[in-house]
C-alpha cells in the first residue's frame, strides 16, 4: 500500500475490523499515517492479515483494550450492547459510522462511488485496475481482495474509488465527483419499508453529486434507468448522465451501446460504441454481467479524464475480485468455485457463469443463505434460480446482525414449489460441503455461494475429492 501522512497524531478504533468493508477502512486509514486499533469477535485470516500491516487488531471484543484517545468507528452490523461500544459512549468518544471514516480517508481526493444491489464490488475493482493501468495514482476501498493487487485498499494520490453501501443509505455521507449506479434491485427489506423508499434513497445519493460530476447508470436495469432519468430532469443539476447497456436490452437508449459481445470459458469481449467511436474490449473473465461491469467500470474511467482507448486496453488487466466467482481449487477434473452472492438475481448469474464454465459437466450448487429477513422476503425466488443448478445443497441461514425469525430457516427454500432441482438440505456447513463434494464428478463444478463463511468449507471439498481419488 502507498503511505501518506494525511491523518498522522489520529488515532481509530474499529469495532468489528474483520468485516470486509471495515477491514479496508482500517488499511486506508493506516495508509494515510494514523494510529489504527481494532477488535472482533473471532480470530480469522482479515484480522491475522491486518496484524502483519501494523494495525493493531484483536479478538475478541475488550472494553479494557479500547484506546481513550480514538476515534471509534463502527458499521451497521455493531449493537449498542457491544462492550466496546458501551464503554465508548461512557466516556463520551467520538463515534462514527464506517462511511464517515471511509469520508475521512478519502479526503482532498476526486470520489468515485460505485452503488447498486449487485456489482459493486467488481465494478469498482475493474475501475480501480483500470486507472491504475491507465497511470492514474487512485485509491481504493473495495469489499475483497483486488485479483493481482493483494488487497481491496490501497492509498494513493489522485482518485478515490469506492463501494458506496446502500444498505442503510450510509451512502448519503459522501460526495462523488463520479457516480456509478449498476442496477436499484430492491434489497434490505429489513431497513426499507418499500421498493419505492429503495429507490427514494437512490435519488438522494444522486444529489449527493458534486456540481459538474457524472452519473452512470446502467440501461439495462429498470430501476437505474429510472434512477438516470431523474438526474436528467432534476431541477438546478449541472451534471452529466452517462447510461450503458445493449441497446436490444436496454429500457432507455445507451450512450455507451455494447455490441458483438461473445464469451467463451475463461474470457468475454465485447465492443463499447460511444459518441461516434468503437472501443474493443477483451476481459480475463467470463459472464454477460463481467461486459456491463466493465462498461459502467468503463465509464467511469473516462469521466475522470482517462482516453477510451486507454482505459479499454487497461481493463484487460483486471482479474477478478476475492470471493466473486473465484476459483478455489481443482482436483482430478473437479473445480470447485466461491462467490458471496447473496440475493436470488446474483445468485442467478453465478449459477449462469458456473455453466458457462462447466460446459458439459454439471453445476453442483451449496447455498448458504444470508439473513433470515432475506430469506423469508426471497425464499421462493431464492428456490427458483438455485434450480438452475443441477443439484443444490443447502445450510443453514447465516444470521450476521440478525436474531432468528421464528419459523424461518433454509427449508423455506428447500420446501418451496419453485424449487425444481434435486435438493438435500444439510444444516450443517461441513456436512454440507461434503455431501457437495460427493456429488461432484469430473468435469463437474461445484460452486459455494452465499455472503456468510461458507467459503471457509472450500478446502474441505478440495480434501474429499482428494481422498476419494486415494490421493
Given at each position: 500500500?502507498?503511505?501518506?501522512?494525511?491523518?498522522?497524531?489520529?488515532?481509530?478504533?474499529?469495532?468489528?475490523?474483520?468485516?470486509?468493508?471495515?477491514?479496508?477502512?482500517?488499511?486506508?486509514?493506516?495508509?494515510?499515517?494514523?494510529?489504527?486499533?481494532?477488535?472482533?469477535?473471532?480470530?480469522?485470516?482479515?484480522?491475522?492479515?491486518?496484524?502483519?500491516?501494523?494495525?493493531?487488531?484483536?479478538?475478541?471484543?475488550?472494553?479494557?483494550?479500547?484506546?481513550?484517545?480514538?476515534?471509534?468507528?463502527?458499521?451497521?452490523?455493531?449493537?449498542?450492547?457491544?462492550?466496546?461500544?458501551?464503554?465508548?459512549?461512557?466516556?463520551?468518544?467520538?463515534?462514527?459510522?464506517?462511511?464517515?471514516?471511509?469520508?475521512?480517508?478519502?479526503?482532498?481526493?476526486?470520489?468515485?462511488?460505485?452503488?447498486?444491489?449487485?456489482g459493486k464490488t467488481s465494478t469498482s475493482a475493474m475501475i480501480a485496475v483500470a486507472l491504475l493501468n491507465s497511470g492514474v495514482d487512485?485509491?481504493?476501498?473495495?469489499?475483497?481482495?483486488?485479483?493481482?493487487?493483494?488487497?481491496?485498499?490501497?492509498?494513493?494520490?489522485?482518485?478515490?474509488?469506492?463501494?458506496?453501501?446502500?444498505?442503510?443509505?450510509?451512502?448519503?455521507?459522501?460526495?462523488?465527483?463520479?457516480?456509478?449506479?449498476t442496477n436499484v434491485e430492491p434489497d434490505h427489506l429489513d431497513h426499507y419499508a418499500s421498493r419505492d423508499e429503495f429507490i427514494g434513497?437512490?435519488?438522494?445519493?444522486?444529489?449527493?453529486?458534486?456540481?459538474?460530476?457524472?452519473?452512470?447508470?446502467?440501461?439495462?436495469?429498470?430501476?437505474?434507468?429510472?434512477?438516470?432519468?431523474?438526474?436528467?430532469?432534476?431541477?438546478?443539476?449541472?451534471?452529466?448522465?452517462?447510461?450503458?447497456?445493449?441497446?436490444?436490452?436496454?429500457?432507455?437508449?445507451?450512450?455507451?451501446?455494447?455490441?458483438?459481445?461473445?464469451?467463451?470459458?475463461?474470457?468475454?469481449?465485447?465492443?463499447?460504441?460511444?459518441?461516434?467511436?468503437?472501443?474493443?474490449?477483451?476481459?480475463?473473465?467470463?459472464?454477460?454481467?463481467?461486459?456491463?461491469?466493465?462498461?459502467?467500470?468503463?465509464?467511469?474511467?473516462?469521466?475522470?479524464?482517462?482516453?477510451?482507448?486507454?482505459?479499454?486496453?487497461?481493463?484487460?488487466?483486471?482479474?477478478?475480485?476475492?470471493?466473486?466467482?473465484?476459483?478455489?481449487?481443482?482436483?482430478?477434473?473437479?473445480?470447485?468455485?466461491?462467490?458471496?452472492?447473496?440475493?436470488?438475481?446474483?445468485?442467478?448469474?453465478?449459477?449462469?457463469?458456473?455453466?458457462?464454465?462447466?460446459?458439459?459437466?454439471?453445476?453442483?450448487?451449496?447455498?448458504?443463505?444470508h439473513l433470515y429477513s432475506r430469506t423469508l422476503s426471497f425464499a421462493d425466488r431464492f428456490a427458483e434460480v438455485l434450480s438452475g443448478?443441477?443439484?443444490?445443497?443447502?445450510?443453514?441461514?447465516?444470521?450476521?446482525?440478525?436474531?432468528?425469525?421464528?419459523?424461518?430457516?433454509?427449508?423455506?427454500?428447500?420446501?418451496?414449489?419453485?424449487?425444481?432441482?434435486?435438493?438435500?438440505?444439510?444444516?450443517?456447513?461441513?456436512?454440507?460441503?461434503?455431501?457437495?463434494?460427493?456429488?461432484?464428478?469430473?468435469?463437474?463444478?461445484?460452486?459455494?455461494?452465499?455472503?456468510?463463511?461458507?467459503?471457509?468449507?472450500?478446502?474441505?471439498?478440495?480434501?474429499?475429492?482428494?481422498?476419494?481419488?486415494?490421493?
Amino acid at each position: 500500500m502507498s503511505r501518506s501522512t494525511a491523518l498522522e497524531g489520529q488515532s481509530f478504533h474499529l469495532i468489528g475490523v474483520g468485516g470486509a468493508g471495515m477491514s479496508v477502512v482500517a488499511e486506508l486509514l493506516k495508509g494515510q499515517g494514523a494510529e489504527v486499533t481494532g477488535s472482533d469477535r473471532q480470530d480469522s485470516a482479515v484480522l491475522q492479515s491486518l496484524i502483519t500491516k501494523g494495525i493493531g487488531a484483536y479478538f475478541p471484543h475488550d472494553a479494557d483494550r479500547v484506546p481513550e484517545a480514538a476515534t471509534v468507528i463502527i458499521s451497521s452490523a455493531i449493537r449498542e450492547s457491544n462492550p466496546e461500544l458501551i464503554v465508548a459512549r461512557e466516556r463520551g468518544q467520538n463515534v462514527v459510522h464506517r462511511s464517515r471514516g471511509l469520508a475521512l480517508a478519502a479526503e482532498g481526493q476526486p470520489f468515485v462511488a460505485v452503488a447498486g444491489a449487485h456489482g459493486k464490488t467488481s465494478t469498482s475493482a475493474m475501475i480501480a485496475v483500470a486507472l491504475l493501468n491507465s497511470g492514474v495514482d487512485a485509491s481504493y476501498a473495495i469489499g475483497g481482495p483486488v485479483l493481482g493487487e493483494g488487497s481491496g485498499a490501497r492509498v494513493g494520490s489522485e482518485v478515490f474509488v469506492a463501494e458506496a453501501d446502500e444498505s442503510d443509505g450510509s451512502f448519503l455521507h459522501y460526495a462523488p465527483a463520479v457516480e456509478v449506479i449498476t442496477n436499484v434491485e430492491p434489497d434490505h427489506l429489513d431497513h426499507y419499508a418499500s421498493r419505492d423508499e429503495f429507490i427514494g434513497i437512490f435519488r438522494q445519493f444522486v444529489d449527493r453529486l458534486i456540481p459538474g460530476g457524472t452519473l452512470i447508470c446502467c440501461a439495462e436495469d429498470a430501476g437505474s434507468a429510472e434512477i438516470s432519468q431523474y438526474g436528467r430532469t432534476s431541477d438546478g443539476r449541472e451534471h452529466r448522465v452517462i447510461t450503458y447497456g445493449r441497446p436490444e436490452r436496454s429500457i432507455v437508449a445507451p450512450e455507451v451501446e455494447i455490441t458483438d459481445v461473445v464469451m467463451t470459458e475463461k474470457s468475454a469481449a465485447a465492443v463499447f460504441n460511444f459518441e461516434g467511436q468503437s472501443y474493443p474490449l477483451r476481459l480475463g473473465v467470463t459472464g454477460e454481467h463481467s461486459i456491463l461491469n466493465a462498461a459502467g467500470a468503463w465509464a467511469a474511467c473516462v469521466a475522470c479524464g482517462v482516453d477510451g482507448m486507454v482505459a479499454v486496453e487497461a481493463l484487460g488487466h483486471f482479474r477478478g475480485a476475492g470471493r466473486r466467482f473465484e476459483l478455489r481449487g481443482e482436483v482430478g477434473g473437479r473445480r470447485v468455485y466461491d462467490d458471496y452472492a447473496h440475493h436470488p438475481t446474483e445468485v442467478e448469474v453465478a449459477l449462469r457463469q458456473a455453466r458457462i464454465v462447466a460446459g458439459e459437466g454439471r453445476v453442483i450448487a451449496v447455498f448458504q443463505p444470508h439473513l433470515y429477513s432475506r430469506t423469508l422476503s426471497f425464499a421462493d425466488r431464492f428456490a427458483e434460480v438455485l434450480s438452475g443448478a443441477d443439484e443444490v445443497v443447502l445450510a443453514d441461514i447465516y444470521a450476521a446482525r440478525e436474531d432468528p425469525i421464528s419459523g424461518v430457516t433454509t427449508a423455506l427454500v428447500a420446501n418451496s414449489p419453485k424449487m425444481k432441482s434435486g435438493a438435500h438440505l444439510v444444516p450443517d456447513m461441513d456436512e454440507a460441503a461434503r455431501k457437495a463434494a460427493l456429488l461432484t464428478k469430473p468435469g463437474d463444478v461445484c460452486i459455494l455461494i452465499g455472503a456468510g463463511d461458507i467459503f471457509l468449507r472450500a478446502p474441505l471439498v478440495e480434501s474429499v475429492w482428494l481422498e476419494e481419488d486415494g490421493k
